[in-house]
Nanobody, 129 residues
Framework: VQLQASGGGQVQAGDSLRLACAAS????????MGWFRRAPGKEREFVSA????????YYADSVKDRFTIARDNAKNTVYLQMSALKVEDSAVYYC???????????????????????WGQGTQVTVSS
């Protein structure tokens, strides 16, 4: 099972991008999915997550009200719509999947990278001023 992240690019501050994370070789339609990012010289940090049902979403404070996570189970894909991008959003963005199905966790668990068993290869987002 693999995750393929795409949609990154180089944009100006204030622009929008939509990242996609597509699963192949299996399905994650009933699994928690998350997005993390790593900027140069920094630790990987949580960005957003969506529950297995899609009914709950979680965001880092730094992206709340600017980013939206959504899932399309028919396409086995999770999206991260990023708006009002800032220079500090520049990073490699990774998607991750929880191998467990139909499992609900407490809020902080969704923000922990240890929840996610499978990771995509990352897609670069560069925001210039």
């Amino acid at each position: 099972v693999q995750l393929q992240a795409s949609g990154g690019g180089q944009v100006q501050a204030g622009d929008s991008l939509r990242l996609a994370c597509a699963a192949s070789g299996g399905t994650f339609s009933e699994s928690v999915m998350g997005w993390f990012r790593r900027a140069p010289g920094k630790e990987r940090e949580f960005v957003s997550a969506i529950s297995w049902s899609g009914g709950s979403t979680y965001y880092a404070d730094s992206v709340k009200d600017r980013f939206t996570i959504a899932r399309d189970n028919a396409k086995n894909t999770v999206y991260l719509q990023m708006s009002a991008l800032k220079v500090e959003d520049s990073a490699v963005y990774y998607c991750g999947a929880d191998k467990r199905r139909r499992t609900t966790y407490t809020g902080p668990t969704y923000r922990s990278s240890s929840l996610y068993d499978i990771w995509g290869q990352g897609t670069q987002v560069t925001v210039s001023s």
